[in-house]
């Protein structure tokens, strides 16, 4: 079975700019959560889909926002970026997301903001 | 505020060692635990996880001990290899995975 992937791997913008993640969960998986990993905070929750819905948020601001499409297929936005926002953007699936499932990561995709 | 609290920061064992890795949460409705390793550039990736109904979990060389009165689990590395060498985090679920913030665990040679 395939795993999680994740496009782009690497991705270097300017602040102010907007830019868009995307997330292939393992097939079969309607669960899709969104994680921020910098070496400062860690890994933080960002927000989580089940089938095309937002089911939970984290703590962080409006600029970060995300959808799920009817094929589980998930893609998370940045607008306005800041140099603050540079960060491994981990996506995690799992069949049905929180409840002891396993949640499996993807390789993340690195955005550099300058 | 960090919902879970890590122990080490990191960690230096020798081949053929034990390593152990400590987590203490807060929130009683946490209700699973798993932890995850780190290789550089990659994801992360399940390693084990248990459930607070139980107090001890093992796969393989990698134990989980939970004491749910004291709130705080722990990984242990039995027979440590060069190649264990990574980043592990230690996690409770809630409505999402609360991260502690990673031990950076260096097995020598």
């Known amino acids: 079975k395939a795993g999680v992937t994740q496009t782009p791997r690497y991705l270097i913008k300017t602040r102010g700019q907007q830019v868009t993640l995307s997330c292939s969960p393992i097939?079969?998986?309607?669960?899709v959560s969104w994680y921020q990993q910098t070496p400062g905070q860690g890994l933080q929750f960002l927000f989580e889909?089940?089938?095309?819905?937002?089911?939970n948020k984290g703590n962080f601001p409006g600029r970060f926002s995300g959808r799920q499409f009817s094929n589980s297929r998930s893609e998370m936005n940045v607008s306005t970026l800041e140099l603050g926002d540079s960060a491994l953007y981990l996506c995690?699936?799992?069949?049905?997301?929180?409840?002891?499932?396993?949640?499996?990561f993807g390789p993340g995709t690195r955005l550099t903001v300058t | 505020q960090q919902q879970v609290k890590q122990s080490p920061q990191s960690l230096i064992v020798q081949k053929g060692g034990i390593s152990i890795i400590n987590c203490a949460y807060e929130?009683?409705?946490?209700?699973?635990f798993p932890w995850y390793q780190q290789f550089p550039g990659k994801g992360p990736a399940l390693l084990i996880a248990?459930?607070?109904?139980?107090s001890e979990k093992k796969e393989g060389r990698f134990t989980i001990s939970f004491n749910k009165s004291a709130k705080q689990f722990s990984l242990h590395i039995m027979d440590s290899q060069p190649g264990d060498s990574a980043t592990y985090f230690c996690?409770?679920?809630?409505?999402?995975?609360?991260f502690g913030k990673g031990t950076s665990l260096l097995v020598t040679p």
């Open positions: 996690a409770a679920e809630g409505y999402a995975l609360n």
């Open positions: 248990i459930r607070p109904d139980v």
């Open positions: 929130n009683t409705a946490f209700d699973y």
């Open positions: 995690a699936s799992s069949l049905t997301g929180t409840g002891g499932y396993e949640q499996y």
């Open positions: 889909y089940f089938s095309e819905t937002q089911r």
């Open positions: 097939s079969g998986h309607r669960s």
